[in-house]
């Protein structure tokens, strides 16, 4: 559970039914009713640990009110598709484009940046757009993660 909603392995010791009821609240939230949301802000604060508690209610909050990227695990399946379609589009047109890094162009722009000196806004404006692209590569990469996450069925830690 620590590797996919980064709640400390500490917080989850000795959690036991009422925790993990706590924990699917949490990453269902987003898509309940006002009715289903009190019931689970009831069993969220009946879990024991109040650090939980507080961590379970935070990842909450933030997926539900500020922005559901945060908690890639609250996102409903056809979202995360949708998600996953979008950077896929994205990499595809930078590809056709041809905007792309490579170590020869990541050399001759630290050529020319140490050749001047400086760094002129033609090599900032590069950057920034070598900087979008990986952004994108990594947020497509963890889409594709949790939704292999989802269609893979691990049964026990040692199997």
Known sequence: MHEITLIPHNLLVGAGEIEVEALCYMIMYRHLNRVQRMNAMKAIHSVRKKALVGMIITRVLDTTYVNPQWGIWS?????????????????????????????????????????????????????????????????????????????????????
């Open 75 to 159: 996102l409903s399946n056809a979202e995360l598709k949708a998600d996953l379609k979008f950077h896929s589009q994205l990499s595809s047109v930078a590809s056709v484009v041809g905007i792309g890094a490579s170590v020869q162009s990541g050399k001759e722009l630290l050529g020319k940046i140490l050749q001047n000196k400086a760094m002129k806004r033609a090599n900032w404006i590069t950057l920034v757009i070598w900087g979008a692209i990986y952004f994108n590569i990594r947020e497509q990469a963890k889409a594709q993660r949790e939704l292999d996450n989802r269609s893979t069925l691990i049964t026990s830690k040692y199997y």
